[in-house]
T-cell receptor, first 110, second 113 residues
């Protein structure tokens, strides 16, 4: 039973355009939602988070939107840069766990 | 420098030969956890520890053991490795878990023949 889903395994975007990565969840008890970024041969690194009581959080080029009624969140990257090419994991947290989705591989084409 | 250190980074072993993957963090974090990453499945939690001497099973604990005798160390033990434990393993730590901000090690790629 996958509590966090990322239905797009991969995404290609032109440099300078917007990248939108989507995530759906089933667990209504998550306190926070997060996005992690992972480059090959490195561990995941925290990118941005949003509390379950908010609907938007922004940090520079990265914005996360949360739609609780639809149990959906998305990460917007504007403008996309080649260095953003990586695997992005969506995750939800409860008291003692962080549950990750399967990841979306983003390629930003120069 | 704040970091989570895993060793070994790469290991090829044979079925049944016990091995330990070490994990150490220098951030005084209470929470530590082990994940495995497999294609199409993302990061799945193996075991976690909320504090010293407190450990608990994650979603895929079968075939693994852990211990937390000191705050900084959280080794992952495979008593009798099998080929289905071939995977990429990550150790992570956190000060305030409920916000979900985990610090990850660089990963340990394990192959069991």
């Amino acid at each position: 039973d996958q509590q966090v889903k990322q239905n797009s395994p991969s995404l290609s975007v032109q440099e300078g355009r917007i990248s939108i990565l989507n995530c759906d969840y089933t667990n209504s008890m998550f306190d926070y939602f997060l996005w992690y970024k992972k480059y090959p041969a490195e561990g995941p690194t925290f990118l941005i988070s949003i509390s379950s009581i908010k609907d938007k959080n922004e940090d520079g080029r990265f914005t996360v939107f949360l739609n609780k009624s639809a149990k959906h969140l998305s990460l917007h990257i504007v403008p996309s840069q080649p260095g953003d090419s990586a695997v992005y994991f969506c995750a939800g947290t409860s008291y003692d766990k962080v549950i990750f989705g399967p990841g979306t591989s983003l390629s930003v084409i120069p | 420098e704040a970091q989570v250190t895993q060793n070994p980074r790469y290991l090829i072993t044979v079925t049944g030969k016990k091995l330990t993957v070490t994990c150490s963090q220098n951030m005084n974090h209470e929470y530590m956890s082990w994940y495995r990453q497999d294609p199409g499945l993302g990061l799945r939690q193996i075991y976690y520890s909320m504090n010293v001497e407190v450990t608990d099973k994650g979603d895929v604990p079968e075939g693994y053991k852990v211990s937390r005798k000191e705050k900084r160390n959280f080794p992952l033990i495979l008593e009798s490795p099998s080929p289905n434990q071939t995977s990429l393993y990550f150790c992570a730590s956190s000060w305030l878990l409920w916000t979900g901000e985990l610090f990850f090690g660089e990963g340990s790629r394990l192959t069991v023949l």
